[in-house]
């Protein structure tokens, strides 16, 4: 489960702003907020999308365990963050990959 500072934390590390997380979840814009805010609760199947997300944008959530608690870090760094950015835009025949 993700909660609203979750959420909000990922969006600022993936640079989404809620119009584009909403376009790229299938959820209202005003449901994030709301959510983000903690003025309401969203469906569990909704967090999960949102969460699925983020997490394709690069988010990688962190448990609440021993050593420290619950959090959000970025799946990449910035300078492969860039490179993923570029290879992706620099279109071609979409073929599968054998890149792990």
């Given amino acids: 489960m993700m ?4 959420c909000r934390a990922a969006r600022a590390l993936v640079e989404y702003s809620r119009d584009r997380l909403a376009a790229s979840s299938g959820i209202r814009t005003e449901i ?3 959510f983000e805010r903690k003025l309401d609760n969203p469906d569990e199947a909704s967090v999960d999308t949102l969460r699925s997300a983020l997490e394709h944008a690069g988010a990688v ?4 365990g021993e050593t420290g608690g619950i ?3 970025l799946k990449f760094n910035r300078s492969e963050t860039r490179r993923i950015a570029i290879l992706e835009g620099e279109g071609g025949i979409v073929a599968h990959d054998d890149v792990p």
Avoid: K
């Avoid at 909660?3 to 979750?6: R, V």
């Avoid at 959530?61 to 609440?64: A, M, N, Q, S």
């Fill in 3 to 6: 909660t609203g500072s979750q």
């Fill in 71 to 73: 959090g959000v870090r």
């Fill in 32 to 34: 994030i907020e709301m």
């Fill in 61 to 64: 959530f962190l448990p609440d």
